[in-house]
């Protein structure tokens, strides 16, 4: 569904590397869980309210994030 204007949502993605899934919860509620078996090369500082467009930091999230945690 689509979200609302002006109300808080727990997003949360999680790897689960025995299963090779990536899910998505949102307010506990599973969105999605996908086959994940090609995993990356995180390099650099981790960002979160954006993300980058040909090398370059763009999208700036305008609102409030709580609670981050990695």
């Given at each position: 569904a689509a979200?609302?204007?002006n109300t808080?949502?727990h997003?949360?993605?999680v790897y689960?590397?025995?299963?090779?899934?990536m899910?998505?919860?949102?307010?506990g509620?599973?969105q999605?869980?996908?086959?994940?078996?090609?995993p990356?090369q995180a390099?650099g500082?981790?960002?979160?309210?954006?993300t980058?467009?040909g090398?370059?930091?763009?999208g700036q999230?305008r609102?409030?994030?709580?609670d981050?945690?990695?």
């Amino acid at each position: 569904a689509a979200p609302v204007i002006n109300t808080w949502y727990h997003v949360a993605a999680v790897y689960n590397a025995s299963a090779q899934t990536m899910a998505l919860y949102v307010n506990g509620t599973l969105q999605q869980s996908v086959s994940f078996t090609s995993p990356w090369q995180a390099t650099g500082n981790t960002q979160i309210g954006r993300t980058r467009w040909g090398g370059n930091p763009v999208g700036q999230f305008r609102g409030s994030i709580d609670d981050a945690r990695l």
